[in-house]
């Protein structure tokens, strides 16, 4: 990872994260956080950083399998200049960056302007707006964990009935029209759930966001059953697949919700 630099006696910056996401073409992802809003600067840093990325050896051992030691052609970029905004997912720019000989291009990102060698910039000038509704609307640990806990021993529950209904329904122990009517028994608490604002959680005490996020994931994961479970226009077997998919998620997000609540006391 990279450590904090300085570009050009101007700004600073600090790789947070870095994945490599290659498919069909070799791609990398890349969160940064920097000191300036300034969008020359930042523009000057993203053509020196994009340059920069292309032969940077980070890719995993079945990319270097499959692409050999070429360099990258699909680089995408995440500015931000807080950690609050890291943590909640609204960056000052998002940069994209495909390389004209790449024989799968993935679709090009809505932008702003092109700099440099054909870099994309979609700038995301709405983060102030948010930063500030965050930053108004954070709570402290003790409050937050324990509206965080109410909510995680619903949604928990909630998903330990519909998978349970689930395997009722795959196993031929229930009709389909017995478990849509028992899926929406709890459509107005699911609801209230997915809806329901408490605040935001402190940005400065490490854990928190992650948390936040796990249990949000887990309940946009069970109101997507339900919401699968409402379409008439469905069929059967897509049905199965899709709240197969949603209930994996669940699970997933409900354990690394647990798992990250015990470090947290």
Known sequence: MMNIKKM??????????????SQSAKRLSVKILVDSTKKDELKNL?????????????????????????PYEVIYLLLYS?????????????VQWIDDNCKYKPMKIQ?????????????????????????????GKEEFLKYSDEKFDF???????????????????IEFNIYVSEI?????????????????????????????NHLQSAITDVHNVLVVAKNK??????????????????KKNIEQYFELRKSLQ
């Open 155 to 173: 949604i928990k529950d909630t998903y330990e009935n519909f998978a349970k209904l689930f395997t009722e329904l795959i196993s031929n122990k």
């Open 184 to 212: 929406l028994r709890l459509e107005d608490a699911l609801n209230g759930s997915f809806f329901d604002f408490y605040g935001f959680p402190d940005s400065s005490v490490e854990g928190l966001a992650e948390l936040h």
């Open 111 to 139: 932008y702003d302007e092109i700099v440099g060698d054909s870099i994309l910039i979609e700038w995301q000038d709405e983060f102030k707006f948010f930063d500030q509704i965050i930053k108004e609307n954070e709570i």
């Open 82 to 94: 807080n950690i609050r905004q890291v943590n909640f997912g609204f960056p000052l720019c998002r």
């Open 8 to 21: 050009n006696n101007e700004i600073k910056y600090k790789v947070i994260e870095m994945e490599d996401i």
């Open 233 to 250: 226009d469905y069929s059967f077997k897509n049905v199965v697949i899709l709240t197969k998919i949603y209930l994996q998620d669940a």
């Open 46 to 70: 993203i053509e020196t950083l994009t340059e920069e990325l292309k032969y940077i050896d980070y890719a995993k051992e079945k990319t270097i399998i499959k692409f050999g030691n070429k």
